[in-house]
């Protein structure tokens, strides 16, 4: 992404969005990848900003759910338990903060994030 243009308005909102729909996920199942991936694939030509920030958000939550996985089978030893609520935490506080610098016209990149989608 070109650092030097500044996102209109619009591209900001998207940008938001993008990253606030995430946590759709947590109300409808797969809704944290689903409201990304429409998002990237609706914006992707029309804005290279709204991509990156919708691209991110997916990775995102994919890596996620990859991570949810591994901790499935830890339940069994109770362990799986307090992982699971640490990583819901963690989601939850990577979303807000990405929202905000999305919503200043940052790009933000979300960390523990295995980038699936470039």
């Known amino acids: 992404m070109n650092e030097t243009v500044t996102p209109t308005k619009d591209e900001i909102t ?9 946590l759709a996920g947590f109300v409808v199942p797969f809704g944290g990848i689903v ?11 029309q804005s290279a900003y709204v991509a990156e920030h919708a691209k991110e958000a997916l990775n995102f939550q994919i890596s996620i759910a990859l991570y949810s996985l591994i901790c499935l089978p830890l339940i069994c030893v109770f362990i799986g338990f307090i992982l699971l609520g640490v990583l819901m935490l963690f ?27 470039k």
């Open 35 to 45: 409201a990304p991936l429409v998002i990237w694939q609706v914006k992707k030509e």
């Open 14 to 22: 998207f940008g938001l969005l993008s990253h606030l729909s995430q």
């Open 91 to 117: 989601e939850i506080v990577m979303i807000v903060i990405a929202s905000m610098k999305a919503n200043e016209g940052v790009l933000y990149r979300y960390p523990l994030c295995i980038r699936f989608v």
